[in-house]
């Protein structure tokens, strides 16, 4: 099965092509903003570089959030719309999943996301199975509970946000991934049976509309 993967809701743009477990093409390019523009030429690219036509393609999965509202829309969009066009189906892959398989390793691993306002998103998972659903709280009660999970120098911390903890969980190791790796979002949406393609919404937007 040949999947496309994409990822627009952190601090990256990427996709990958995987057929059977085996990386066809990847690209990821660092960015805070204009995952719109960068998009489409991006996956283009991809595919240009696969030597494949669109129709090749089984399965799409994308990432989902928590993440930026803007960033994880584009990704969404950008999703369901080839999907629609090729007849393909489109699949959901959590963005703090990816981030901890991404980092690899057994043992406990809590991927987590800056939130702002002293807050993160962070999800817990042992052994690649997860042990608390993706949950967005002040960075001390998250700490807290991931420790009483397992004691704290046994955590490794992952994602944009993981130092954001590593001082609340003394002798945790950190890798701060900025956004997951591609070629990880195909595997887990290769695994597993379809998930909808909607966003993961842990809080309300910060823009408020104006008022007239």
């Given at each position: 099965m040949i999947v496309l993967a994409m990822d627009t809701c952190l601090g990256a743009c990427s996709a990958a092509i995987v057929d059977d477990g085996r990386t066809i093409a990847t690209r990821m390019e660092t960015m805070a903003r204009g995952h719109q523009e960068r998009l489409g030429p991006l996956v283009r690219g991809l595919f240009a570089e696969a030597r494949l036509g669109f129709e090749a393609i089984d399965l799409i999965a994308v990432t989902?959030?928590?993440?930026?509202?803007?960033?994880?829309?584009?990704?969404?969009?950008?999703?369901k719309g080839l999907a629609l066009a090729l007849g393909r189906p489109c699949t959901a892959v959590g963005s703090l999943e990816a981030l901890a398989a991404s980092a690899g390793g057994d043992g406990p691993c809590a991927a987590v996301i800056d939130a702002g306002r002293g807050a993160v998103f962070f999800q817990a998972f042992d052994a690649g199975l997860a042990r608390t659903e993706p949950t967005s709280s002040p960075r001390d009660s998250a700490a807290r509970v991931i420790a009483a999970l397992a004691p704290a120098d046994a955590w490794r911390l992952t994602g944009p946000g993981a130092g954001l903890l590593a001082d609340l969980l003394p002798g945790s190791s950190s890798a701060a991934l900025?956004?997951?790796?591609?070629?990880?979002?195909?595997h887990l949406a290769a695994g597993r049976p379809l998930?909808?393609?909607?966003?993961?919404?842990?809080?309300?937007?910060?823009?408020?509309?104006?008022?007239?």
């Open positions: 989902v959030g928590p993440g930026s509202f803007t960033g994880l829309r584009v990704g969404l969009a950008f999703a900025e956004a997951p790796l591609p070629h990880v979002i195909a998930r909808e393609p909607r966003p993961l919404y842990l809080r309300a937007p910060d823009a408020k509309p104006k008022v007239s």
